[in-house]
Protein backbone atom coordinates (compact mmCIF):
# COMPACT_ATOMS: atom_id res chain seq x y z
CA UNK A 1 0.00 0.00 0.00
CA UNK A 2 1.65 3.11 -0.79
CA UNK A 3 0.72 6.79 -2.36
CA UNK A 4 -0.20 5.14 -5.94
CA UNK A 5 -3.50 5.34 -7.36
CA UNK A 6 -5.52 2.36 -7.74
CA UNK A 7 -8.36 0.98 -9.28
CA UNK A 8 -10.18 0.55 -6.05
CA UNK A 9 -9.68 4.12 -5.39
CA UNK A 10 -11.37 5.22 -8.21
CA UNK A 11 -14.40 3.30 -7.73
CA UNK A 12 -14.69 4.87 -4.30
CA UNK A 13 -14.25 8.30 -5.62
CA UNK A 14 -17.13 7.83 -8.64
CA UNK A 15 -19.32 5.72 -5.99
CA UNK A 16 -19.00 9.16 -3.53
CA UNK A 17 -19.85 11.26 -6.04
CA UNK A 18 -22.69 9.43 -7.67
CA UNK A 19 -24.19 8.69 -3.78
CA UNK A 20 -23.73 12.54 -3.42
CA UNK A 21 -25.79 13.44 -6.93
CA UNK A 22 -28.58 10.64 -5.94
CA UNK A 23 -29.15 12.03 -2.74
CA UNK A 24 -28.96 15.20 -3.52
CA UNK A 25 -31.66 14.35 -6.66
CA UNK A 26 -34.07 12.95 -3.96
CA UNK A 27 -34.10 15.45 -1.60
CA UNK A 28 -34.35 18.71 -3.32
CA UNK A 29 -35.52 18.09 -7.10
CA UNK A 30 -39.03 17.24 -5.91
CA UNK A 31 -41.28 20.27 -6.60
CA UNK A 32 -38.80 23.67 -6.58
CA UNK A 33 -40.28 26.41 -4.26
CA UNK A 34 -41.82 25.12 -1.00
CA UNK A 35 -44.51 27.03 0.65
CA UNK A 36 -44.12 25.65 4.17
CA UNK A 37 -42.06 25.47 6.98
CA UNK A 38 -41.94 22.70 9.36
CA UNK A 39 -40.62 23.33 12.54
CA UNK A 40 -39.94 19.97 14.80
CA UNK A 41 -38.25 20.18 17.86
CA UNK A 42 -38.66 17.35 21.33
CA UNK A 43 -41.36 15.09 19.59
CA UNK A 44 -43.37 18.47 18.50
CA UNK A 45 -44.15 19.26 14.59
CA UNK A 46 -45.20 22.87 14.19
CA UNK A 47 -46.43 23.51 10.17
CA UNK A 48 -46.04 27.61 9.12
CA UNK A 49 -46.51 28.93 6.07
CA UNK A 50 -44.29 30.88 4.21
CA UNK A 51 -46.88 33.32 2.64
CA UNK A 52 -47.06 35.62 5.47
CA UNK A 53 -44.29 37.08 7.32
CA UNK A 54 -43.53 36.39 10.35
CA UNK A 55 -41.38 35.68 12.91
CA UNK A 56 -41.45 33.12 16.26
CA UNK A 57 -39.16 32.01 18.62
CA UNK A 58 -37.93 28.65 20.05
CA UNK A 59 -37.05 27.43 23.77
CA UNK A 60 -35.90 23.77 23.01
CA UNK A 61 -32.97 22.19 25.13
CA UNK A 62 -32.06 25.33 27.45
CA UNK A 63 -31.41 27.38 23.81
CA UNK A 64 -33.25 29.97 22.49
CA UNK A 65 -33.51 30.56 19.03
CA UNK A 66 -35.38 33.29 16.67
CA UNK A 67 -36.14 32.01 13.37
CA UNK A 68 -37.73 34.58 10.94
CA UNK A 69 -40.10 33.98 7.80
CA UNK A 70 -39.42 36.78 5.13
CA UNK A 71 -40.42 37.00 1.40
CA UNK A 72 -40.63 33.32 1.16
CA UNK A 73 -37.52 32.85 2.68
CA UNK A 74 -36.73 31.51 6.51
CA UNK A 75 -33.64 32.14 8.33
CA UNK A 76 -32.46 31.99 12.38
CA UNK A 77 -31.87 35.45 12.68
CA UNK A 78 -30.30 34.96 16.51
CA UNK A 79 -29.73 31.83 18.79
CA UNK A 80 -27.65 31.64 22.11
CA UNK A 81 -26.09 27.85 20.83
CA UNK A 82 -22.67 27.74 21.24
CA UNK A 83 -21.87 27.13 17.86
CA UNK A 84 -24.31 28.86 16.01
CA UNK A 85 -24.33 26.82 12.91
CA UNK A 86 -28.12 27.45 12.28
CA UNK A 87 -27.43 31.90 11.71
CA UNK A 88 -24.79 31.05 9.58
CA UNK A 89 -26.90 28.39 7.37
CA UNK A 90 -28.41 31.65 5.75
CA UNK A 91 -31.77 31.63 3.87
CA UNK A 92 -33.44 28.84 2.80
CA UNK A 93 -36.46 28.54 0.97
CA UNK A 94 -36.58 25.38 -1.58
CA UNK A 95 -38.42 22.57 -1.14
CA UNK A 96 -36.52 20.08 0.94
CA UNK A 97 -34.01 22.22 2.13
CA UNK A 98 -33.32 22.84 6.21
CA UNK A 99 -31.30 24.28 8.76
CA UNK A 100 -30.46 22.42 12.11
CA UNK A 101 -29.50 23.42 15.37
CA UNK A 102 -27.99 20.44 16.72
CA UNK A 103 -27.57 21.62 20.66
CA UNK A 104 -30.89 22.92 20.57
CA UNK A 105 -32.50 19.96 18.92
CA UNK A 106 -34.07 21.92 16.46
CA UNK A 107 -34.85 21.23 12.78
CA UNK A 108 -36.61 23.87 10.33
CA UNK A 109 -37.38 22.60 6.76
CA UNK A 110 -38.74 23.30 3.57
CA UNK A 111 -42.04 21.55 2.55
CA UNK A 112 -43.84 21.29 -0.81
CA UNK A 113 -47.56 21.37 -0.53
CA UNK A 114 -49.67 18.16 -0.03
CA UNK A 115 -46.30 15.92 0.40
CA UNK A 116 -46.75 13.45 2.93
CA UNK A 117 -44.33 13.99 5.37
CA UNK A 118 -43.20 9.80 5.55
CA UNK A 119 -42.40 9.25 1.73
CA UNK A 120 -39.49 11.95 2.77
CA UNK A 121 -38.35 9.53 5.40
CA UNK A 122 -38.95 6.17 3.55
CA UNK B 1 8.96 -8.82 23.97
CA UNK B 2 8.99 -6.05 26.85
CA UNK B 3 10.84 -3.96 24.56
CA UNK B 4 8.02 -4.59 21.40
CA UNK B 5 5.49 -4.09 24.44
CA UNK B 6 6.41 -1.16 25.08
CA UNK B 7 7.09 0.67 21.71
CA UNK B 8 3.70 -0.25 21.15
CA UNK B 9 2.03 1.57 24.26
CA UNK B 10 4.62 4.66 23.09
CA UNK B 11 3.09 4.74 19.80
CA UNK B 12 -0.52 3.85 20.62
CA UNK B 13 0.35 7.35 23.14
CA UNK B 14 2.07 9.10 20.41
CA UNK B 15 -0.71 8.75 17.95
CA UNK B 16 -3.53 9.86 20.73
CA UNK B 17 -1.98 12.80 21.53
CA UNK B 18 -1.57 13.49 17.96
CA UNK B 19 -5.54 12.98 17.38
CA UNK B 20 -6.17 15.37 20.35
CA UNK B 21 -4.11 18.07 18.73
CA UNK B 22 -5.19 17.67 15.39
CA UNK B 23 -9.02 17.46 16.92
CA UNK B 24 -7.88 20.97 18.77
CA UNK B 25 -6.94 22.50 15.69
CA UNK B 26 -9.98 21.33 13.99
CA UNK B 27 -11.97 23.42 16.26
CA UNK B 28 -9.97 26.55 16.35
CA UNK B 29 -10.16 26.65 12.79
CA UNK B 30 -12.97 29.10 11.51
CA UNK B 31 -14.32 26.11 9.40
CA UNK B 32 -17.92 26.62 9.85
CA UNK B 33 -17.70 30.21 9.17
CA UNK B 34 -16.92 29.36 5.54
CA UNK B 35 -19.02 25.79 5.05
CA UNK B 36 -22.48 26.86 7.68
CA UNK B 37 -22.89 22.86 8.22
CA UNK B 38 -23.28 21.33 11.02
CA UNK B 39 -20.53 18.45 10.88
CA UNK B 40 -18.52 19.49 8.20
CA UNK B 41 -14.71 18.82 9.37
CA UNK B 42 -11.45 17.93 7.76
CA UNK B 43 -11.09 14.73 9.90
CA UNK B 44 -7.37 15.43 10.28
CA UNK B 45 -8.17 13.11 13.40
CA UNK B 46 -8.34 10.05 11.60
CA UNK B 47 -4.71 10.45 10.14
CA UNK B 48 -3.73 9.59 13.23
CA UNK B 49 -5.93 6.50 13.54
CA UNK B 50 -5.51 5.26 10.22
CA UNK B 51 -1.64 5.29 10.95
CA UNK B 52 -2.35 3.51 14.18
CA UNK B 53 -4.68 0.90 12.31
CA UNK B 54 -2.10 0.28 9.70
CA UNK B 55 1.28 0.79 11.44
CA UNK B 56 0.63 -0.84 15.51
CA UNK B 57 -2.55 -2.62 15.24
CA UNK B 58 -6.30 -2.63 14.64
CA UNK B 59 -7.75 -3.32 18.12
CA UNK B 60 -5.21 -0.38 19.36
CA UNK B 61 -6.56 1.97 16.69
CA UNK B 62 -9.97 1.39 17.87
CA UNK B 63 -9.03 2.13 21.53
CA UNK B 64 -7.21 5.81 20.04
CA UNK B 65 -10.49 6.30 18.29
CA UNK B 66 -12.85 6.11 21.06
CA UNK B 67 -10.35 7.71 23.74
CA UNK B 68 -9.69 10.78 21.42
CA UNK B 69 -13.46 11.06 21.07
CA UNK B 70 -14.48 10.76 24.31
CA UNK B 71 -11.62 13.16 25.11
CA UNK B 72 -12.39 15.82 23.05
CA UNK B 73 -16.08 16.11 23.89
CA UNK B 74 -14.98 16.11 27.70
CA UNK B 75 -12.43 19.06 26.59
CA UNK B 76 -14.24 21.14 23.66
CA UNK B 77 -17.36 19.41 22.89
CA UNK B 78 -20.76 18.49 24.32
CA UNK B 79 -23.09 16.14 24.70
CA UNK B 80 -24.53 16.39 21.61
CA UNK B 81 -21.03 16.70 19.91
CA UNK B 82 -20.24 13.37 21.57
CA UNK B 83 -22.95 11.23 20.06
CA UNK B 84 -22.15 12.59 16.58
CA UNK B 85 -19.06 12.08 16.55
CA UNK B 86 -18.84 8.83 18.58
CA UNK B 87 -21.38 7.39 15.47
CA UNK B 88 -19.35 9.05 12.78
CA UNK B 89 -16.11 7.04 14.53
CA UNK B 90 -17.09 3.73 14.61
CA UNK B 91 -18.63 4.39 11.00
CA UNK B 92 -15.11 5.94 9.97
CA UNK B 93 -13.55 2.36 11.84
CA UNK B 94 -15.21 0.24 10.00
CA UNK B 95 -14.13 1.99 6.69
CA UNK B 96 -10.68 1.02 7.95
CA UNK B 97 -11.25 -2.43 8.12
CA UNK B 98 -12.94 -2.55 4.33
CA UNK B 99 -9.50 -0.43 3.45
CA UNK B 100 -7.55 -3.79 5.01
CA UNK B 101 -9.72 -6.44 3.52
CA UNK B 102 -9.37 -4.52 0.28
CA UNK B 103 -6.19 -3.28 0.77
CA UNK B 104 -4.72 -5.01 -3.09
CA UNK B 105 -7.04 -2.68 -4.79
CA UNK B 106 -6.67 0.66 -3.06
CA UNK B 107 -4.37 2.90 -1.57
CA UNK B 108 -4.37 5.73 1.27
CA UNK B 109 -6.48 8.13 -0.67
CA UNK B 110 -9.62 5.74 -0.92
CA UNK B 111 -9.38 4.32 2.42
CA UNK B 112 -9.27 7.77 3.48
CA UNK B 113 -12.07 8.93 1.44
CA UNK B 114 -13.83 6.20 2.26
CA UNK B 115 -13.79 6.55 5.65
CA UNK B 116 -14.57 10.47 5.83
CA UNK B 117 -17.79 9.25 3.73
CA UNK B 118 -18.46 7.29 6.10
CA UNK B 119 -18.20 9.65 8.97
CA UNK B 120 -20.71 11.98 7.48
CA UNK B 121 -23.21 8.94 7.16
CA UNK B 122 -22.59 7.67 10.53
CA UNK B 123 -23.20 11.56 11.67
CA UNK B 124 -26.49 11.86 9.94
CA UNK B 125 -27.50 8.45 11.41
CA UNK B 126 -27.22 10.00 14.58
CA UNK B 127 -28.40 13.07 14.01
CA UNK B 128 -31.41 11.50 12.24
CA UNK B 129 -31.98 9.12 15.58
CA UNK B 130 -31.52 12.03 17.77
CA UNK B 131 -33.49 15.11 16.70
CA UNK B 132 -35.93 11.95 15.27
CA UNK B 133 -35.74 13.59 12.08
CA UNK B 134 -35.10 11.65 8.86
CA UNK B 135 -34.94 14.97 6.67
CA UNK B 136 -31.36 15.55 8.29
CA UNK B 137 -30.15 12.89 5.22
CA UNK B 138 -30.45 16.17 2.90
CA UNK B 139 -27.39 17.34 4.36
CA UNK B 140 -25.60 13.98 3.35
CA UNK B 141 -25.08 14.98 -0.32
CA UNK B 142 -22.84 18.26 0.80
CA UNK B 143 -20.79 16.50 3.06
CA UNK B 144 -20.05 13.66 0.56
CA UNK B 145 -19.00 16.61 -1.46
CA UNK B 146 -16.35 17.51 0.88
CA UNK B 147 -15.61 14.08 2.45
CA UNK B 148 -13.88 13.26 -1.33
CA UNK B 149 -12.25 17.19 -0.59
CA UNK B 150 -11.11 15.99 3.13
CA UNK B 151 -10.77 12.72 2.30
CA UNK B 152 -7.55 13.21 0.09
CA UNK B 153 -6.11 15.95 2.05
CA UNK B 154 -6.13 13.46 5.50
CA UNK B 155 -5.28 10.59 2.08
CA UNK B 156 -2.12 13.02 1.72
CA UNK B 157 -1.31 13.59 5.17
CA UNK B 158 -1.17 10.29 5.90
CA UNK B 159 0.95 8.89 2.95
CA UNK B 160 3.55 11.82 3.97
CA UNK B 161 3.80 10.11 7.21
CA UNK B 162 3.80 6.23 6.63
CA UNK B 163 7.45 7.14 5.52
CA UNK B 164 8.03 7.94 8.99
CA UNK B 165 6.46 4.25 9.84
CA UNK B 166 8.54 2.09 7.67
CA UNK B 167 11.73 3.80 8.92
CA UNK B 168 10.62 3.03 12.78
Known amino acids: ?122 | MTSLRVKRLSLDALLLALAMILSYVETVLPLSFIIPLPGVKMGLANVAVTLCFFFVSPVDAFGISILRISLTALLFGNVSSFFFALSGGIFAYLGLWAGKLFYKWLSFYGISVMCAALHGLGQCVAASVILSEAAIFGYLPIMLVFSLLFGLLTGVIVIRLTRLFKNA
Open chain 1, 1 to 122: MNGKLKTGDLIIFAAVILGAVILFLCFFFRGGEGNSLVVSYSDRKEVYSLEDDDSFDIDSNGYHLKVVIEDGCVYVKNADCPDNTCVHSGKISGEGQLIACVPAGVVLRIDGEEKSYDFIAG
